[in-house]
Nanobody, 125 residues
Framework: QVHVMESGGGSVQAGEYLSLSCTVS????????ADWYRQVPGKQRELVAS???????NYADFVRGRFTASRDRAKNSVYLQIRDLKPEDTAVYYC???????????????????WGQGTPVTVSA
């Protein structure tokens, strides 16, 4: 019912720019918080950026100012802009969103979190 889909990844050369999008649709779901993760095959999934309900954003240390996460509440979308891409940025990038989903059978909202399927980013030196 609620679908989260990332897009914008691809194969690029070092130093280039990518803008990743995370679109949330269905279920009358409203995004209150959102996180970006990335995962390299064989390694643990790691947090890239965390966007709190108060709109504050925390970034991982390895970002070093190159990553910018944002939200568009009207479009129910989340974005991650990456500039000056490095080979070590190569990973599958995932969007996780949290918010309130109205449960019709209970006539109430309940908190839910959803994951996208990921969008791969490959950076060549």
């Amino acid at each position: 019912q609620v679908h989260v889909m990332e897009s914008g990844g691809g194969s690029v050369q070092a130093g280039e720019y990518l803008s990743l999008s995370c679109t949330v649709s269905g279920g009358g779901f409203s995004v209150n918080s959102a996180d970006w993760y990335r995962q390299v095959p064989g390694k643990q999934r790691e947090l890239v950026a965390s966007m709190s309900p108060d709109l504050s954003t925390n970034y991982a240390d390895f970002v070093r100012g190159r990553f910018t996460a944002s939200r568009d509440r009207a479009k129910n979308s989340v974005y991650l802009q990456i500039r000056d891409l490095k080979p070590e940025d190569t990973a599958v990038y995932y969007c996780q969103v949290g918010g309130e989903l109205f449960v019709v059978s209970e006539s109430r909202y309940r908190f839910h979190q959803y994951w996208g399927q990921g969008t791969p980013v490959t950076v060549s030196a």
